[in-house]
Structure formats: C-alpha cells, structure tokens
Nanobody, 120 residues
Framework: QVQLVESGGDLVQPGGSLRLSCAAS????????MGWYRQAPGTQREMVAV???????AYADSVKSRFTISRDYAKNTVYLQMTSLQPEDTAVYYC??????????????WGKGTLVTVSS
C-alpha cells in the first residue's frame, strides 16, 4: 500500500505563487512516475504536470511556462511550483503516483487533494 500526503494549497491573489508538495510512503519496487492533476467544480480531472522516473516531464498547455514540477528522489516527494496564478487555476489539486510492485505490477495511487483558490 502507498500513502500520499499533499500540502501547500491556499488562497492566493491573481499573479501570485504557490508551491504544492506531495510525500509518498509505503512499499514498492520502483516509482514509475509522480504527477499532479486538478479538478475544478463541474469539470473532469485533468493532468497538470507529470515527472517520470528518468526525469522527463510533461505539462498541460495551459500551465506551460508558469508551473514547474520537480522531485526529491531521496524524500519520495514531488513538488509543483506555480507562478502567475490565475482564477482559472482554481481547483482541487491531486497528487498521483505510479509504482511498480515487487510482483511487477504497475499500480496507481491518488492523494486526497489540496485546494488552490485564486481570487482577489
């Protein structure tokens, strides 16, 4: 079993910045990827940014050049640095991890989410 603990969500004014953190704990053979998704009221959950085990990253077009995903391998923690936040970035942000088990299965786990509100 894998647990994810997110933190960093807050109320911020337009143009402001926030950093989200997500720490993973549990048992696995290998972390395949870690990432951030978000879901605004009345919408489907969407990918924001993902970082693969080798360090490769992918971003949603709407956040490119504003958000940066990074990972601390020693702490099994992924970060999302968000800058130039806009009201449309308001959502619950969820951490996701994909791990390869010792049985060679890939399993996906989700955090409980952290709320980011961008408003003046």
């Amino acid at each position: 079993q894998v647990q994810l603990v997110e933190s960093g969500g807050d109320l911020v004014q337009p143009g402001g910045s926030l950093r989200l953190s997500c720490a993973a704990s549990g048992s696995w053979n290998r972390i395949m990827s870690m990432g951030w998704y978000r879901q605004a009221p009345g919408t489907q959950r969407e990918m924001v940014a993902v970082i693969a085990s080798g360090g490769g990253t992918a971003y949603a077009d709407s956040v490119k050049s504003r958000f940066t995903i990074s990972r601390d391998y020693a702490k099994n923690t992924v970060y999302l640095q968000m800058t130039s936040l806009q009201p449309e970035d308001t959502a619950v942000y969820y951490c996701q991890i994909v791990v390869r088990t010792y049985q060679r299965n890939d399993m996906t786990y989700w955090g409980k989410g952290t709320l980011v509100t961008v408003s003046s």
